[in-house]
């Protein structure tokens, strides 16, 4: 089944209904559900469409395909040789629109070039000569040109920056991020709250991951069927995200392994692989960044700043954290057939922790943004940005959202512990947010629990404002 992505449809069906030709741009992370987006909302509108999916292969080869792409979206259609080049692909796709035109047709030609980057890649000049079709091209009533990308600085940099041939010719962009803690819950209809957030720490919101669970088994028994068992797709994928090139410097899954286990500041990550310094592996940081593999974070005091020197990495997908911490040290236990005792030796005794930060801390600051749209505390607040803040002596706050102004307006703890919160908990909170030096001048409180509240929190909670303190429970995370 196809789970939400209710905006992103909507999004593409304007564009595919709109009476004018559309170049629209839609890049993000391998198996964030691109192709399953566009077929989708192509499906919805009853389009047919040429969908070439380009390879890492020649071009003569890329061409054949997408010849055979052509024959099969166009089968009334003799093309008995394959296309000379992509210049003579895209005055196949002018001439067929033209046709529709004479004809009074008014079902538009519509074409998905999948992963462009590596149809690039093979034929250099292509940007270029998109840019002249287009520009030949674009006054046409219906012509609707996707173009897709999984390697993201590639789209932003050669595809959407102000340098590239393409740069003011699109129609439209979106950026398809993985799906929130909630929108994830959906492939598991009947799994407890509990249940649904570990699948999320264990297979973050790519599509893609999701799908390779039964959600007719528990999450231990689909772990034991997919990621410790050999030649798995869950199993086998990460290898596959670093590209050929990368794969051959082992400095690349060194990095995201130590970054797994907890080393987040570029020093400690750089120790942690045998380096001397942070500026030995300054550039596969970066590359990493660019891949969408790490994720830079910075204190939400900060996001305005444009440097910040407190800044942390972090795995940017849950499933490759997962992978990384647990399955990739433990090759040879899967190899052997032993994925249950590396479950029972490795993966057991620190699992909860391993949920706790950061999936459920940042599933909670997803909830802010969600409760706010539904209307739901604490939706009256005035805020722009969410984060988790941290600085001097360790001290760290799970979650503070800001206003324009950058003042506190929420701040909050999140804990996945089997212990009840208690007032403790929230005296606590009220400190570390006292000695931050954040401007807080009338800030509300939202606590959040896997396993509820005592008695004394409650009450204290029932005898103030309802918005002053928010008490919020995994069951009522998947209600919003």
């Given amino acids: 089944m196809f789970h939400n992505r209710h905006r992103e449809r909507e999004v593409v069906r304007e564009w595919l209904t709109a009476p004018r030709s559309e170049l629209a741009i839609i890049y993000g992370r391998r198996g964030v559900g691109k192709s399953a987006l566009l077929e989708q909302a192509l499906a919805d509108a009853g389009e047919s469409s040429v969908f070439y999916r380009a390879t890492r292969r020649t071009l003569p080869l890329q061409l054949a395909e997408l010849t055979d792409a052509a024959r099969r979206a166009f089968p009334d259609t003799f093309l008995p040789q394959r296309f000379e080049s992509t210049t003579v692909f895209l005055d196949f796709l002018s001439h067929q629109a033209g046709e529709r035109e004479r004809r009074g047709r008014r079902d538009p030609v519509c074409?998905?070039?999948d992963e462009l980057p590596y149809l690039a890649d093979s034929d250099p000049g292509l940007l270029t000569v998109l840019q002249h079709w287009w520009d030949d091209n674009?006054?046409?009533?219906?012509?609707?040109?996707?173009?897709?990308?999984?390697?993201v600085s590639f789209m932003e940099r050669q595809v959407l920056d102000s340098n590239s041939p393409l740069y003011n010719r699109r129609t439209g962009a979106m950026?398809?991020?993985?799906m929130d803690y909630s929108e994830a819950a959906l492939f598991f209809p009947s799994y407890s709250a509990r249940q649904r957030m570990e699948v999320y720490a264990i297979l973050g919101g790519m599509p893609a991951y999701l799908e390779q669970f039964d959600p007719a088994l528990p999450p231990e028994q689909n772990v034991l069927a997919t990621a410790l068992r050999r030649n798995t797709y869950l199993c086998e994928e990460p290898d596959w995200l670093l590209l050929e090139d990368l794969r051959k410097d082992a400095l690349y899954g060194s990095i995201l392994r130590a970054v797994a286990f907890g080393e987040r500041k570029p020093s400690d990550i750089a120790r942690a692989i045998g380096k001397d310094s942070a500026q030995d592996i300054a550039q596969q940081l970066a590359t990493l960044l660019d891949m969408g593999l790490l994720a830079r974070e910075v204190p939400v005091s900060d996001l305005r700043k444009p440097r910040s020197r407190t800044s942390l990495y972090s795995v940017a997908d849950g499933y490759l954290a997962f992978w990384y911490r647990y399955v990739d040290p433990s090759r040879s236990l899967i190899a052997r057939g032993l994925g249950g005792e590396v479950w029972e030796r490795s993966i057991a005794p620190t699992?909860?922790?391993f949920v706790s930060k950061p999936t459920f801390e940042r599933a909670c600051r997803q909830y802010v943004w969600r409760a706010r749209a539904a209307g739901a505390p604490p939706a009256d607040l005035d805020f722009s940005e969410v984060g988790a803040w941290w600085g001097a002596r360790d001290r760290e706050i799970d979650?503070?959202?800001?206003d324009g102004r950058?003042?506190?307006?929420l701040a909050?703890?999140?804990k996945w512990t089997n212990a009840a919160v208690d007032v403790s908990d929230y005296a606590a909170l009220r400190r570390d947010l006292a000695l931050s030096g954040l401007d807080a001048p009338d800030p509300q409180f939202v606590l959040f629990s896997r396993s509820g509240y005592t008695e004394r929190m409650s009450e204290l909670a029932a005898s103030q404002s309802p918005s002053?303190?928010?008490?919020?429970?995994?069951?009522?995370?998947?209600?919003v």
């Avoid at 950026?175 to 993985?178: A, C, D, G, S, T």
């Avoid at 002053?468 to 209600?479: A, P, T």
Wanted: glycine share 8%; charged share 30%; net charge positive.
């Fill in 111 to 113: 074409v998905v070039l």
């Fill in 138 to 151: 674009k006054r046409r009533p219906n012509l609707k040109m996707f173009l897709c990308g999984s390697y």
């Fill in 175 to 178: 950026k398809l991020e993985p």
């Fill in 351 to 353: 699992f909860d922790e």
């Fill in 399 to 402: 979650l503070i959202a800001l």
């Fill in 406 to 409: 950058g003042r506190v307006t």
């Fill in 412 to 414: 909050g703890s999140c």
């Fill in 468 to 479: 002053r303190l928010i008490l919020v429970g995994l069951e009522e995370m998947y209600r």
